[in-house]
C-alpha cells in the first residue's frame, strides 16, 4: 500500500469514528481496502471514500480474543481492589467490543493502580513498528513488584 492509500484508510476509520490502534489493512488487486479490527463480536460494514471501496470487518483474532476473555472472568475472583477489578471488566469489554475508548478506561485505572504486588497491562499499546506510527501491535506482561514475593520467583 502507498502512503496515500494509508492515508485514506485514516480519513476512513476517522470518519467511521474507529480508532487506527487495533486494526490492520489490506489491498486487493482491484484497489478496494479490508479493514479489520481486533474483537470478539463479528460484523461488516461497507463505506465508499474517494471513490474507493472499504470494507470494514470486526472479529479479527476474535478466538484469542475470546480465550483471554475467558481467563480475565476468573481473574475477577483474584483482584486486589475494587479499581483492577474495573480495569479488568474494561479489558473484557474492550476485547468484545474493539472500542479503544473502552481500552483507554482500562488504561486509566492502570494508571490509578498505585503500588500492586502484581502489575499487569495487555491490549494494542505500542505503535513505533507501524511505518506511519499509528497502528499499535499486542503486547501482554505481568510483572512482580513486590520485593519480598519477587524473591520466590
Known amino acids: 500500500m502507498t502512503p496515500e492509500d ?11 469514528k474507529i480508532s487506527i ?5 489490506f489491498m486487493h488487486s482491484n484497489g478496494d481496502i479490508i479493514i479489520t479490527v481486533g474483537s470478539i463480536e463479528h460484523s461488516t460494514r461497507v463505506v465508499e471514500h ?14 484469542f480474543l475470546k480465550e483471554m476473555n475467558y481467563y480475565l472472568e476468573r481473574a475477577l475472583n483474584y483482584a486486589a481492589n475494587d479499581n483492577q477489578r474495573e480495569m479488568i471488566k474494561h479489558y ?8 479503544i475508548e473502552v481500552h483507554k478506561d482500562s ?3 492502570w494508571i490509578a493502580d ?5 502489575e499487569t497491562n495487555m491490549g494494542w499499546i505500542e505503535t ?10 499486542f503486547e501482554g506482561w505481568v510483572a512482580i513488584v513486590d520485593k519480598e ?5
Open 149 to 153: 514475593l519477587s524473591k520466590k520467583f
Open 107 to 109: 488504561q486509566r485505572k
Open 92 to 99: 473484557i469489554e474492550h476485547y468484545r467490543t474493539g472500542s
Open 21 to 25: 490502534l487495533n486494526t490492520r489493512a
Open 50 to 63: 474517494a471513490g474507493r471501496k472499504f470494507e470494514i470487518k470486526f472479529g479479527e483474532f476474535s478466538e
Open 114 to 118: 498505585k503500588g500492586p504486588v502484581v
Open 6 to 16: 494509508l492515508k485514506l484508510v485514516s480519513e476512513v476509520l476517522n470518519k467511521e
Open 128 to 137: 513505533y513498528i507501524d511505518p506511519t506510527n499509528e497502528r499499535a501491535y
